[in-house]
């Protein structure tokens, strides 16, 4: 119930095409909803974040869709650029886990993101 | 500026060795964390402490051990326990360890085996 399944596992999209990831999960306690990028020998920053209190939320090129009753979010990166060629997380917490201690992230397995020039 | 410090960047280790690898920050954090990162398969989380002199096993500790006897440094220890410590190691850290907190990478430790 704590997993978080992200897909597909590679992306190859042209420059200025739109990059969709997806993500879903079982845990209706999961509260906060945040996406990673991560570059080649690095660690991961965070991209962008969402709350379930909104289906949508747009950063720049970058936007967050949520769709809470199917348990699912989504990030699309619209114009895509080969500087966004990385490999992408999403991640979700909660306020509780299982009893264990709250707040800990668990991460999708990732998707490794390749844009063309 | 403020952030996470992992050091080193590369270790090698031999056969039978334990290896430590550092983590310090000084974004005044609370929550530490250790994930491994293995290709194809995630991130996967080592141990977590939330406040001074405690932690917690994640899903992957065997193998491992960590002290938090300092709010800024959370070093972890690969023992010789640890089959296949081939890796890369990331440590993170969030203001504190509640949900909606996003984490601070640090840039990483590649362990490998020789």
């Known amino acids: 119930q704590q997993q978080v399944k992200q897909s597909p596992q590679s992306l190859i999209v042209q420059k200025g095409g739109i990059s969709i990831i997806n993500c879903a999960y079982e845990n209706t306690a999961f509260d906060y909803f945040p996406w990673y990028q991560q570059f080649p020998g690095k660690g991961p920053a965070l991209l962008i974040a969402?709350?379930?209190?909104?289906s949508e939320k747009k950063e720049g090129r970058f936007t967050i869709s949520f769709n809470k009753s199917a348990k699912q979010f989504s990030l699309h990166i619209m114009d895509s650029q080969p500087g966004d060629s990385a490999t992408y997380f999403c991640a979700a917490s909660a306020l509780r886990a299982g009893g264990t201690s709250y707040g800990k992230l668990t991460f999708g397995q990732g998707t490794i993101l390749t844009v063309h020039p | 500026d403020g952030g996470i410090t992992q050091s080193p960047k590369y270790l090698f280790r031999k056969e039978g060795q334990n290896v430590t690898l550092s983590c310090e920050q000084n974004?005044?954090?609370?929550?530490m964390y250790w994930y491994r990162q293995d290709p194809g398969q995630g991130l996967r989380l080592i141990y977590y402490?939330?406040?001074?002199?405690?932690?917690q096993k994640g899903d992957i500790a065997e193998g491992y051990s960590v002290s938090r006897e300092k709010k800024e440094s959370f070093p972890l220890t690969v023992t010789s326990a640890q089959k296949n410590p081939t890796a890369f190691y990331l440590c993170?850290?969030?203001?504190?360890?509640?949900?909606?907190?996003?984490?601070?990478f640090g840039s990483g430790t590649r362990l490998t085996v020789v």
């Open positions: 974004l005044n954090h609370d929550a």
């Open positions: 993170a850290s969030s203001i504190r360890a509640a949900s909606g907190y996003g984490y601070t």
């Open positions: 969402i709350r379930p209190d909104v």
């Open positions: 402490s939330q406040i001074v002199n405690d932690f």
